[in-house]
């Protein structure tokens, strides 16, 4: 019996989806489903649920649970990182410090102040599962969920973990482009490539013609720049309506697409984050709340919709799927797991190690996937599943101008990283200070007393650093 591990297990959402997921393929329902928690109270509850589940559709699956981490591991075969350490508690910090500063992240989870400090909290916690894991399952594959993405698989990666960074931004921006261009999703290919959550749509190609085209007229057509065209705005809707794991491809509010389209007026290309979160990450779209509300007059703000999780008709969300059918969503968790099993070909897009496959040290380079950004880096590309193995699809050469502005990204992650492992707390406010949105708000003495004022509040949570 495959043994699957969650760790982070008592989340609101997102472990009863994966849950889901796995139940819903017939061939991983005989699975020992290990759930792993630190909180044993939202543990239990989730147990409960993913039990119901189980018991309401007859399923053979085995669901055990435990705040011991050696046990949730011994023996695993596959296991998933869903977790967020410090909570909204710690998330809260990320947000609010630094927009007391006037850096305005409605998600903060992947770049900037937020997602570099995010991304020091999971590495301190990555630090005791992967010694664990190269005891007991040192044959495991990790699925990480976790952001900031590059950051936290990049860190696994140094520490000798077999893992794939995972989002769901490739698949829903490809949809979204696709029916906007009034396109057959299923007969339509595209090459994509990147860093997570600033990856490239390089190609599409429907029955052998470059429809590319037609992407961008639809685009253009439906996202004239602000500064060319008044454009008129419905009534804002609450910042929690939009769910993080409901976004239609039909609706406007989370796919809002000025920032985006913006972008590939002047670089040519779409990426695959969302407007509101991917005007985090350059220097165009938030200097001031005035630009703010002409790019994204309804905003999306990530922060309130966690601290609305727990509203009444947020549990009913819940109830429904738990309750509902067995239907497989758009992560690739739940198909690679099933690709690895079963023997079934899969393309996905994840993060994986510009080196390499997941695995591969870093230490002894076998290849380059992006082969213009940096060779020590992570990546996200299209990757072939089978028994064996995960297997990165070798891109080459993004354009030029594409890859220049991931390299931006990469500064940050690649200085995160280097604080993490050597402890030093020069490369924390280094790596703030060369994040595009900040270093053009803040002066450098603004940047180091917004980072100091982070370090004080997120102390308990953060590993020890000088």
Request: net charge positive; hydrophobic share 40%.
């Amino acid at each position: 019996m495959r043994k699957i591990t969650i760790i982070g297990a008592g989340g609101y959402v997102f472990p009863i989806r994966l849950s889901v997921d796995i139940l819903s393929l017939p061939e991983l329902q005989d699975s020992l489903l290990y759930l792993h928690d630190i909180n044993p109270r939202t543990l239990a509850h989730n147990k409960a649920l993913v039990k119901r589940i189980v018991a309401r559709n007859s399923l053979p699956t085995k669901v055990e649970a435990g705040t011991g981490l050696e046990r949730a591991l011994d023996g695993a075969n596959y296991v998933i990182i869903a977790f967020q350490v410090g909570g909204v508690e710690a998330y809260k910090w990320d947000v609010e410090i630094p927009r007391r500063y006037g850096v305005d992240q409605c998600v903060g989870d992947t770049l900037g102040p937020g997602g570099v400090f995010r991304g020091l909290r999971t590495i301190k916690a990555f630090r005791k599962i992967a010694d664990v894991m190269r005891r007991v399952c040192p044959d495991a594959v990790l699925l990480q969920y976790a952001n900031p993405m590059p950051i936290n698989t990049w860190a696994l990666h140094l520490m000798g973990i077999r893992a794939v960074g995972l989002c769901h931004s490739v698949q829903g921006t490809s949809r979204m482009l696709i029916e906007k261009a009034k396109l057959p999703y299923d007969e339509v290919s595209f090459k994509c490539g990147g860093v997570n959550h600033q990856a490239w749509f390089t190609e599409f190609t429907h029955r052998g013609e470059d429809v590319y085209p037609r992407i961008r007229e639809a685009m253009f057509k439906a996202c004239p720049s602000p500064l060319e065209v008044n454009r008129k705005t419905g009534k804002p809707k609450a910042r929690y309506e939009q769910r993080g794991l409901e976004h239609r491809v039909t609706d406007d509010f989370y796919y809002w697409e000025l920032p985006r389209t913006e972008i590939m007026r002047t670089f040519g290309y779409f990426q695959t984050e969302s407007s509101h979160h991917a005007s985090e990450y350059v220097s165009w779209f938030r200097k001031n709340p005035r630009m703010v509300n002409t790019y994204i007059p309804r905003r999306w703000d990530y922060y309130q919709i966690s601290c609305a999780y727990k509203e009444a008709k947020n549990q009913a969300y819940l109830d429904r799927l738990v309750d509902g059918d067995l239907n497989l969503s758009e992560e690739y968790g739940a198909r690679i797991i099933h690709s690895l099993s079963t023997g079934t070909k899969r393309v996905i897009y994840g993060s994986i190690p510009n080196w390499g496959p997941p695995g591969t040290p870093p230490t002894v380079p076998a290849s380059h996937v992006i082969t213009n950004l940096p060779q020590y880096s992570c990546v996200e590309t299209a990757v072939l599943v089978d028994r064996n193995g995960l297997q990165p699809v070798m891109f080459g050469d993004l354009p030029p101008q594409c890859a220049a502005i991931n390299r931006q990204c990469i500064n940050v992650q690649e200085l995160t990283i280097k604080a993490a492992f050597t402890g030093e707390k020069q490369y924390v406010h280094q790596a703030i200070a060369m994040d595009p949105l900040t270093s053009a708000l803040l002066t450098l003495p603004q940047i180091r007393s917004m980072v100091d004022e982070m370090f004080k509040a997120e102390a308990r949570w953060l590993p020890r650093m000088v």
